[in-house]
């Protein structure tokens, strides 16, 4: 058994302090920083709800979901050519389905998660300054867009909205900010160390 143990520090040693994965141990920390903060998040705004700033996150998560509508609205109508007629908050297409855009749809959460992670991610702050808020706006566009794409799906294939919803557009927050994360990883984070 010691033996065993043994073999195993060993690849554990080797495996934090190769070059060749340095790759995969980032992928890891991303992952683990990802899961913390998006459950931590969670127990925060579920069972705190939101102490001690519960009335700056409602006021927050208000704006912000006026601004998703209103922007979605925007490039639905001027950039899609897409009619609707809207109502506090909520699009109807022409076909009777509607989009109701509430708190849950405002992206707090995500650029809260984005902003987090590259606080407590290593690298330069020099660069964190201008980064970190680049990446909070187009964590904010991709939510613009997980709206507007939800759009044409319920009007033309009102059936895939809940999977559309609840799924395949959700994911898009992850894949912007995985992508945001490669890009300080490669170029902000490293530059500079041996490959």
């Known amino acids: 058994m010691s033996g065993s143990f043994k073999v195993f520090k060993e690849r554990v040693r080797a495996f934090k302090s190769r070059k060749k994965y340095r ?24 069972r705190l709800f939101y102490f001690p700033v519960r009335e ?32 506090e908050h909520i699009m109807f297409f022409a076909n009777g389905c509607g989009i109701s855009i509430n708190s849950s749809c405002a992206g707090d959460k995500q ?30 566009m991709t939510n613009i867009l997980r709206i507007v794409l939800l759009s044409v799906v ?21 894949i912007v900010i995985f992508a945001l994360w490669v890009v300080w990883e490669e170029r902000f984070r490293r530059r500079g160390e041996e490959v």
Do not use: C
């Open 23 to 46: 790759q995969l141990r980032g992928v890891i920390w991303f992952v683990v920083l990802t899961l913390v903060i998006h459950y931590s998040y969670r127990f925060w705004a579920n």
């Open 56 to 87: 700056l996150m409602s006021n927050l998560q208000e704006t912000m979901t006026g601004w998703v509508y209103h922007q979605s609205v925007w490039v639905n109508q001027h950039i899609l050519g897409i009619g609707m007629t809207m109502k």
């Open 111 to 140: 650029i809260l998660q984005f902003a987090l992670l590259m606080l407590v991610y290593p690298g330069p702050w020099k660069h964190k300054v201008w980064y970190i808020p680049t990446g909070m706006v187009l964590v904010h």
């Open 154 to 174: 319920a009007i033309n294939e009102p059936g895939w909205m809940k999977i559309a919803h609840d799924t395949a557009l959700r994911g898009m927050f992850y």
